[in-house]
């Protein structure tokens, strides 16, 4: 299906999962993929070169199907051990940042030879949080800390970042609006770009999930996350039937904005950019032109 997909596109396409390991493992050893392990257990070991080797494996496998985007590592902080969503389900390496960016910085380097574009998430940090954002809304503004920013800007400077995702986390301490940090200027155009000086792609994280889907409905949130900056929009359609947005409705919506001005036309042509500098740092070549 990857090879048809491919053969049909003008541009190559990002054909993208989930495969952080542990937990969020959509390959698994009963279907005759390797075994992972999860962040959690990387940390506790707190051995790179077998970070490395698991990343390694990982991409290895991602590659030989046809995939070249892999929406990891996590580089949420361990910040509430009762965090039901990253900390509970071992996608964090640690409580303290600086193994954070340790082994998030050896799992870049083994996707690195098999032109597999790794994405940091969930920006700008959910390690604090109680609640799970596929479910609903979860505010962290009473207990993130700043040092859950210290991955994003540690490996930053390291030019290694490809691509980052967000949270749809609220946070009080950095958009008194309160609007999720997926739909917000000032996390995302304001922190990530203009004070971390990240110039990459972003990719939103799923607009379906609860927190985005039940609070604004697809064309509002749509329109609020292109214009805070994210370049990349996600919909896994993992939702009831009669909800499903088609590709084509997306675009016509999305098109119906800009020319109407509710998008910056602007903003379209940068993330456009940001996509295929990636897309050639991948190594995916433009054979119809």
């Known amino acids: 299906m990857i090879e ?79 965090n039901p969503v990253i900390v509970k389900n071992e996608r964090s390496y640690s409580k303290d940042p600086k193994m954070v960016v340790r082994h ?38 009473n207990s993130w800390q700043k040092k859950e920013l210290e991955p994003y800007i540690a490996l930053i400077k390291t030019g290694s970042v490809q691509a980052i995702m967000t949270a749809h986390i609220i946070n009080q301490n950095l958009d008194e609006d309160l609007f999720p940090a997926t739909l917000s200027k000032r996390i995302i155009t304001g922190l990530l770009r203009k004070e971390l000086g990240y110039e990459g792609v972003i990719f939103s994280d799923d607009m379906h999930m609860a927190a985005i889907i039940k609070n604004y409905g697809f064309k509002e949130a749509v329109v609020l996350a292109i214009n805070a900056g994210v370049d ?23 098109k119906t904005q800009v020319l109407m001005g509710t998008i910056d036309a602007n903003s379209i042509t940068q993330s456009y950019r940001r996509l295929i500098k990636l897309k050639s740092a991948l190594g995916l070549n433009y054979l119809k032109y």
Do not use: W
């Not at 996707?111 to 809304?137: C, E």
């Not at 990349?232 to 409705?249: K, M, R, T, V």
């Open 232 to 254: 990349c929009l996600i919909f896994s359609n993992n939702i009831s039937p009669d909800e499903i947005i088609s590709a084509e409705a997306l675009h016509h919506h999305i």
């Open 4 to 82: 048809e997909l491919q053969k049909e596109a003008d541009i190559p396409l990002f054909i993208a999962i989930d495969e952080e390991g542990g937990y969020v493992n959509r390959l698994k050893p009963k279907y005759g993929f390797p075994k992972t392990v999860s962040a959690a257990y990387l940390g506790a070991m707190d051995d790179l070169d077998s970070t490395k080797f698991y990343s390694a494996q990982t991409a290895q496998t991602l590659s030989s199907l046809g995939f070249n985007v892999n929406y990891a590592p996590s580089v949420d902080v361990a910040i509430n051990p009762s």
């Open 104 to 141: 998030a910085a050896a799992y870049i380097e083994g996707h690195k030879p098999f032109n597999v574009a790794t994405v940091l998430k969930h920006f700008p940090g959910h390690g604090s949080s109680q609640v799970d954002t596929h479910l609903g809304v979860a505010d962290v503004s």
